[in-house]
Nanobody, 122 residues
Framework: QVQLVESGGGLVQAGGSLRLSCAAS????????MGWYRQAPGKQRSLVAI???????DYADSVKGRFTISRDNTKNTVYLQMNSLKPEDTAVYYC????????????????WGQGTQVTVSS
């Protein structure tokens, strides 16, 4: 019903940059929040950045000043610009949205992308 397709991951040297994209499609009525999470090997998935309708973006302390989240509501797409990357940023990055489906506009459901690998070499 709702699909998220991520792109932009890859291998980069420390200090480099990557830009992740996540396009949502399907039976979307409206999107309340769009965000990025990451999960490193042996660790729990954690919030990287989130942007909600009408609110200021929120970031994990570890990425403040280096990452920027943005969204294009006309394309149902969220971006994550990652600068000054560090080896500790290495993880699988997941896109997440809170959205209403046309099949049920009374509730917001959480949808996840398949994940994209980001590897930062030292």
């Amino acid at each position: 019903q709702v699909q998220l397709v991520e792109s932009g991951g890859g291998l980069v040297q420390a200090g480099g940059s990557l830009r992740l994209s996540c396009a949502a499609s399907g039976s979307i009525f409206s999107i309340r929040a769009m965000g990025w999470y990451r999960q490193a090997p042996g660790k729990q998935r954690s919030l990287v950045a989130i942007i909600s309708s009408g609110d200021r973006p929120d970031y994990a302390d570890s990425v403040k000043g280096r990452f920027t989240i943005s969204r294009d509501n006309t394309k149902n797409t969220v971006y994550l610009q990652m600068n000054s990357l560090k080896p500790e940023d290495t993880a699988v990055y997941y896109c997440n949205i809170e959205a209403q489906s046309y099949y049920n506009i009374l509730v917001y459901n959480s949808y996840w992308g398949q994940g994209t690998q980001v590897t930062v070499s030292s």
